[in-house]
């Protein structure tokens, strides 16, 4: 993140706060004493409020429809699920792994993204490979710590 925000020339604000609270929320599901379903309602129902007021806002800069097509209808519809399902997933999957497991798994839907993104011909410079290989030389050395540790207690 340095390595990139020297490049830009300032902080990378969003990518620090968005690591900051998915961590929280991560601590958050792993100690809350709920089931998986219990706690995505919750968090649903807390969450309404600024969907519904985001929707408003949007549909005040352009209407909002079903009626453009059927494909547009079945994508939406099938929009809850699809962020539904993997969010119970890591709610179930969370409790029952260590803190580390969990945040080693952290990395791997970023690293998903960062290959779609290749994959959609994203530019990738020396600049992006030089900060992906520390972030995973990163990962690498806390691995192997963490495994050494483990066979050698």
Not at 109 to 128: D, N
Request: hydrophobic share 60%; charged share 10%.
């Amino acid at each position: 993140m340095i390595v990139q925000g020297i490049a830009l020339g300032a902080p990378p604000w969003a990518a620090l706060a968005l690591c900051a609270t998915w961590s929280v929320y991560a601590v958050i599901r792993k100690r809350a004493a709920v089931p998986a379903a219990t706690g995505l309602f919750v968090e649903t129902i807390a969450l309404a409020p600024v969907a519904i007021g985001l929707l408003m806002w949007a549909a005040s800069e352009a209407p909002l429809s079903f009626d453009t097509s059927w494909s547009h209808v079945a994508l939406l519809a099938l929009a809850g699920p699809v962020t539904a399902i993997p969010l119970m997933a890591f709610a179930f999957g969370a409790r029952r792994v260590s803190f580390t497991a969990l945040g080693l798994l952290q990395f791997l839907a970023p690293s998903l993204q960062f290959a779609t993104g290749l994959a959609f011909g994203e530019a990738f410079t020396p600049l992006r490979a030089f900060s992906f290989a520390l972030i995973w030389l990163g990962l690498i050395f806390f691995a192997w710590d963490t495994l050494r540790r483990a066979n050698n207690p």
